[in-house]
């Protein structure tokens, strides 16, 4: 399962509340991704991270920000939540070696 | 994504028939990367392609990129209840950093016993 977990797994909040995702990573992997997955839409980049403190933008990065201070962790916040934002959130890692993504198990959030 | 198309969209297949999975692009594939997910579950990664004409095999599973690298098959051999899901296939079609990577809308796979 490459050593991915989520935090939390499950979450609903109101609109206008901040809210953070956490994902960790066990085994040293340089780069790691936040998806967000929706009917219709599929899989699509939000942010991705190449290192300690060295992140980059993907396809749909508006109302989103990440931060990683360390290796281990990958953090995707809204500051500010819509309900547009209610998805299913997945993280993944890319191994170094053969560039393999692995996804983690995902986090099911809704914005009331 | 229009950029990657998968067909078909949906399949139901009765249990032992061979089944084939279509990812098309309009763009090179620098790396194309196959995942089954079950409903509601996370992606398992089931394997990635990076040469023109390259074949992989993972136990009744065989993924082929064409030479051109511009489409992707994923062929199942004597499909069973266990193969059911979606099939997705994502590919880096902006460079070959591995980073932008692009999925199809996936194939929703259904196997009648």
């Known amino acids: 399962d490459a050593g991915i977990t989520q935090s939390p797994r499950h979450k609903v909040t109101e609109t206008g509340t901040p809210v953070t995702l956490r994902c960790h990573q066990t085994e040293n992997h340089r780069y790691m991704y936040w998806y967000r997955q929706d009917p219709g839409h599929g899989l699509r980049l939000i942010h991705y991270?190449?290192?300690?403190?060295?992140?980059d933008k993907g396809e749909v990065s508006d109302g989103y920000s990440v931060s990683r201070s360390k290796t281990e962790d990958f953090l995707l916040t809204l500051e500010s939540a819509t309900s547009s934002q209610t998805s299913v959130y997945f993280c993944?890692?890319?191994?170094?070696?053969?560039?393999?993504?692995?996804f983690g198990p995902g986090t099911r959030l809704t914005v009331l | 994504s229009q950029e990657l198309e998968q067909s078909p969209q949906s399949l139901i297949v009765q249990e032992g028939k061979n089944l084939t999975i279509n990812c098309t692009s309009s763009?090179?594939?620098?790396?194309l990367y196959w995942y089954k997910q079950k409903y509601g579950e996370g992606l398992i990664f089931l394997m990635m392609?990076?040469?023109?004409?390259e074949e992989k095999s993972h136990e009744k599973i065989t993924a082929k990129l064409d030479e051109k690298k511009q489409q992707s098959s994923l062929h199942i051999t004597a499909s069973q209840p266990s193969h059911a899901g979606i099939y997705l296939c994502g590919a880096d079609i902006v460079n070959n950093a591995g980073n932008m990577l692009t999925f199809g809308g996936g194939t929703r796979l259904m196997v009648k016993p």
């Open positions: 991270s190449y290192g300690v403190k060295d992140t």
């Open positions: 763009k090179t594939l620098y790396g």
């Open positions: 993944a890692i890319r191994e170094r070696r053969y560039n393999e993504q692995f």
């Open positions: 392609l990076q040469k023109g004409g």
